[in-house]
């Protein structure tokens, strides 16, 4: 399988629960290595775009208000087949549903607030890079 890059955020919600390190070292266990990281607080503006799929959906002003209340961890991930490990180890949106053992499951409290984002497949990888980290995209 090939090296691939994808892209990570600790949401609001870890950061203030003083969970940075327990999100990444579920990451790094999993063979996952962050190669660029940054901590910010996102403006509306930067979350608006970053989330700019989601638009139309009835909770995108609520998603917008969560992730700029305070700040996050932006990073890039690398690894063997990163972007399908990743939204493994992630888990399923909704924290209740997500499987024993991931980020989601251990620390997101419900289907908005779920502790971290990861990038869905390639493209999407490679914008959300870009967002943030230009010239850190593979491929
Ligand atoms: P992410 O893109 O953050 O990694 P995801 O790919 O698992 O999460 P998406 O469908 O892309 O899920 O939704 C983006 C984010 O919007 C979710 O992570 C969550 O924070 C929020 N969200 C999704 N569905 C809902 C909902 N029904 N109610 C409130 N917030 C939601
Ligand atoms: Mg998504």
Do not use: C, W
């Not at 990570?8 to 070292?25: F, H, Q, R, Y």
């Not at 608006?48 to 799929?53: L, Q, T, W």
């Not at 998603?63 to 890039?76: H, K, N, Q, S």
């Not at 399923?92 to 251990?106: C, I, Q």
């Amino acid at each position: 399988m090939a090296i691939e890059r994808t892209f990570s955020i600790l949401k609001p919600d870890t950061v203030e629960k003083n969970k940075i390190g327990e999100a990444l070292a579920i990451l790094e266990s999993s063979g996952l290595r962050p190669v660029a990281m940054r901590m910010m607080h996102l403006t509306r503006k930067q979350a608006e775009g970053f989330y700019y799929v989601h638009r139309e959906r009835k909770f995108f002003g609520e998603l917008v208000d969560f992730m700029t209340r305070g700040p996050i961890v932006a990073m890039v991930l690398e690894g063997e087949g990163a972007i399908a490990k990743y939204r493994e180890v992630m888990g399923a949106t909704d924290p209740a549903k997500a499987a024993e053992g991931t980020v989601r499951k251990k620390l997101g409290a419900n289907i908005g607030e779920n502790a971290i984002h990861g990038s869905d497949a390639p493209e999407t990888a490679k914008f959300e890079i870009g967002y943030f980290f230009p010239g850190y995209e593979l491929g």
